[in-house]
């Protein structure tokens, strides 16, 4: 069973950091890609970043230079780094898996994800 469990989030003002953590079970996928996505209040989930088996990350654009995804292998644990962050990054945080070789999964939306986390809460106030 695919479990996926997220924490790090809070409440912080403009300009802050946060640090997102994923704890993840039960997947065997040799290839695959994790991803961080999120949403607001009356929005649609969008994606935030992704990172696959050998590294490779994609970012959303409203991110790049922002935020930064890594993994832990040994630990199995995603990362996100938020820095600098935005009233706009306000949002439910959700970290997803699937079966993919590369990260333009992510690209492609959250309807291709297979798993998903119960979400952590991002609240960025002004």
């Known amino acids: 069973q695919v479990q996926l469990v997220e924490s790090g989030g809070g409440s912080v003002q403009t300009g802050g950091s946060l640090t997102l953590s994923c704890a993840a079970s039960g997947y065997t996928y040799s290839r695959y890609c994790l991803a961080w996505f999120r949403q607001a209040p009356g929005k649609e989930r969008e994606g935030v970043a992704a990172?696959?088996?050998?590294?490779?990350?994609s970012y959303a654009d409203s991110v790049k230079g922002r935020f930064t995804i890594s993994q832990d292998n040994a630990k199995k644990t995603l990362y996100l780094q938020m820095n600098n962050l935005k009233p706009e990054d306000t949002g439910m945080y959700y970290c997803a898996v699937t079966n993919a070789h590369t990260t333009v999964v992510f690209t492609w939306g959250a309807a291709y994800f297979r798993y998903w986390g119960q979400g952590t809460q991002v609240t960025v106030s002004s």
């Open positions: 990172i696959d088996a050998d590294g490779s990350t």
